[in-house]
């Protein structure tokens, strides 16, 4: 498994910006996805987005579809969301994980606190 080290959290003002990354102490094989999901007090854990290695592909939940951006360095194994425009609602723990195309995510990272406040 991949060992994964999230940083970049903090409390941030509605509509101010921040940019998480996922550091990855493995190599991360071409056959790889990263995700981002979160998780707010009270609620079940959510897809935010994740990035297929090898192509740079990303896919998005709609709910923050078009104010963050999924990138990633392949040099440094290390992939970012970029968070714009963000609400109260988007307050959580925020964590990366890691997979094998078509496998279950097994590599989970252990999360950085995002607060929005109004």
């Known amino acids: 498994q991949v060992q994964l080290v999230e940083s970049g959290g903090g409390l941030v003002q509605a509509g101010g910006s921040l940019r998480l990354s996922c550091a990855a102490s493995?190599?991360?094989?071409?056959?790889?996805?990263m995700a981002w999901f979160r998780q707010a007090p009270g609620k079940e854990r959510e897809f935010v987005g994740r990035i297929v290695w090898s192509s740079g592909n990303t896919y998005y939940a709609d709910s923050i579809k078009g104010r963050f951006t999924i990138s990633r360095d392949n040099n440094k194994y290390t992939m970012y969301l970029q968070m714009n425009s963000l609400k109260p609602e988007d307050t959580a723990v925020y964590y990366c994980a890691a997979r094998k195309v078509g496998a279950a995510f097994n590599s989970w990272g252990q999360g950085t606190q995002v607060t929005v406040s109004s």
């Open positions: 493995g190599r991360i094989f071409s056959d790889y996805e």
